[in-house]
């Protein structure tokens, strides 16, 4: 059967209707080329011209905050993140910080030496995640004044990596890492964002968790309003933290704002009911990908007048030990770093929060000897370590 050709008339409907489409592909391309030139232009002449915006300033916006990761004595081994607000600077060698030598690797985690980049699990590797805030950290362990950067004693280290060192001395041979997944001023409210974005990538064996004093102390603006991590919040701020004329846009809405911003009253960053929560679905994050997990309570000296967290520090440790004996996970209080055992315990800290150099070889100590109870640590031969 012969197929019916198309009349002259029809070919040149067909063929202006597809020249009509390309012209229509064509100028909608033109208008979003000469648009992102725009953009790009705008963006260049704002580099060349104008002071540089950090995109830490512009995510961290409580007083509280500011004060302990982005003025400018404090900033320094700090820069912004969307997601989480700030983190550590990546490839950090040796930098010296409110007393505390630091190296951090390319994805912004402290090592105990410099260039110790952090690959893709292994097999036959073992690895522990130890997720927390500064105390995780090890802030000021070891301590250093900034005039002599090199008088200190590197055996004086933060319980992550006291727990690696003893491990592998005690399994020569088997591959056993110990990441420090703590960033200063971390409350469980980003310690949770930042699990659950990162816990497939670097696929513990085993978790630790130990948030407290961050979640309980005050600020203007608490951590579920000051830390959205909705998909076009961390959108935003990925903006921000990519241009500068984002970033300055950003900076001079801001201002106009300013005195139509309502005050605040002060309160807990997280509270106490939030941070069980927070604890509890970290853990079962890890309980979902059949992953090891221990919660350590958080450490702290004494309660006094002078502290109004310091208050909330027992009550919030008690809910959480309620809660999480409930469920049957593991959970670490270790009695010499609660106010429980103050003035005796005076020797174990820095200050009222921290813990010194014993105090952490307390904590590795402890936590070895609850490993050894509960099987996490599978085939691995655990070491004793006299704190």
């Given at each position: 059967?012969t197929?019916p050709s198309?009349s002259?008339?029809?070919?040149?409907?067909?063929s202006?209707?597809?020249?009509?489409?390309?012209?229509?592909i064509?100028?909608?391309?033109?208008?979003y080329?000469?648009?992102?030139?725009?953009?790009?232009?705008?963006?260049?002449?704002?580099?060349l011209?104008?002071?540089h915006?950090?995109?830490?300033?512009?995510?961290?916006?409580?007083?509280?905050?500011?004060?302990q990761?982005?003025?400018?004595?404090?900033s320094?081994?700090?820069?912004?993140?969307?997601?989480?607000?700030?983190?550590l600077?990546?490839?950090?060698?040796q930098?010296i910080w409110?007393?505390?030598?630091?190296?951090?690797n390319?994805?912004h985690?402290?090592t105990?030496?410099?260039?110790?980049?952090?690959?893709p699990?292994q097999?036959?590797t073992?690895?522990?995640?130890?997720?927390?805030?500064?105390?995780?950290?090890?802030?000021?362990?070891?301590?250093?004044?900034?005039?002599?950067?090199?008088?200190?004693?590197?055996t004086?280290?933060p319980?992550?990596?006291?727990l690696?060192?003893?491990l592998?001395?005690?399994n020569p041979?088997r591959?056993?890492?110990?990441i420090t997944m703590?960033?200063?001023?971390?409350t469980?409210?980003?310690g949770?964002?930042?699990?659950?974005r990162?816990?497939d990538?670097?696929?513990?064996?085993l978790?630790t968790?130990?948030?407290?004093?961050n979640?309980?102390s005050?600020?203007?603006?608490?951590?579920?309003k000051?830390i959205v991590?909705?998909?076009?919040?961390?959108?935003?701020?990925?903006?921000?933290?990519h241009?500068?004329a984002?970033?300055?846009?950003t900076?001079?809405l801001?201002?106009?704002n300013i005195?139509?911003?309502?005050?605040?009253?002060?309160a807990?960053?997280?509270?106490q009911?939030?941070?069980?929560?927070n604890?509890?679905?970290?853990v079962?994050?890890?309980?979902n990908?059949?992953?090891?997990?221990i919660?350590?309570?958080?450490?702290?000296?004494?309660?006094?007048?002078?502290?109004?967290?310091?208050?909330?520090?027992?009550r919030?440790?008690?809910?959480?030990r309620?809660?999480?004996?409930?469920?049957?996970?593991?959970?670490?209080?270790?009695l010499?770093?609660?106010?429980?055992?103050?003035?005796?315990n005076e020797?174990?800290?820095?200050e009222?929060?921290?813990?010194?150099?014993m105090?952490?070889?307390?904590?590795a100590?402890?936590?070895l000897?609850l490993?050894?109870?509960?099987?996490?640590?599978?085939?691995?031969?655990?070491?004793?370590?006299?704190p």
């Open positions: 059967m197929k198309r002259p008339a029809g070919e040149a409907r067909a202006t209707t597809s020249l009509n489409l390309k012209r229509k064509a100028y909608v391309a033109v208008i080329l000469s648009f992102l030139l725009l953009l790009a232009a705008v963006e260049i002449v704002t580099r011209t104008m002071d915006v950090s995109s830490l300033d512009l995510f961290v916006v409580s007083s509280q905050q500011k004060a990761v982005a003025d400018s004595k404090q320094g081994i700090f820069e912004g993140d969307p997601l989480l607000l700030w983190r600077k990546p490839n950090l060698n930098a409110d007393y505390t030598v630091l190296s951090t390319a994805q985690l402290r105990e030496k410099p260039g110790q980049p952090l690959r699990k097999p036959g073992f690895r522990i995640v130890c997720l927390g805030d500064s105390v995780t950290f090890g802030f000021r362990v070891p301590p250093v004044w900034p005039d002599k950067p090199t008088e200190y004693d590197p004086w280290l319980y992550p990596m006291l690696e060192k003893e592998r001395f005690a041979g591959p056993i890492e110990v703590a960033v200063p001023g971390y469980s409210h980003q949770l964002a930042w699990l659950r990162d816990i990538e670097l696929d513990p064996d978790l968790i130990s948030f407290g004093w979640d309980a005050y600020s203007d603006v608490p951590d579920h000051a991590t909705s998909r076009s919040a961390i959108a935003v701020r990925w903006m921000i933290d241009s500068q984002f970033a300055h846009m900076r001079w801001r201002s106009k005195e139509r911003s309502p005050t605040h009253r002060p807990p960053r997280v509270y009911p939030d941070y069980v929560n604890i509890r679905a970290m079962q994050l890890a309980r990908r059949r992953t090891g997990v919660v350590i309570a958080a450490p702290y000296r004494d309660v006094t007048p002078t502290a109004p967290e310091g208050d909330l520090i027992p919030y440790r008690e809910s959480l309620n809660a999480l004996q409930a469920e049957r996970t593991p959970f670490l209080e270790i010499e770093l609660t106010e429980k055992a103050y003035p005796s020797g174990w800290f820095g009222r929060i921290h813990p010194n150099h105090g952490h070889r307390l904590m100590s402890e936590l000897t490993l050894a109870s509960t099987g996490e640590l599978k085939d691995l031969k655990i070491p004793s370590l006299t």
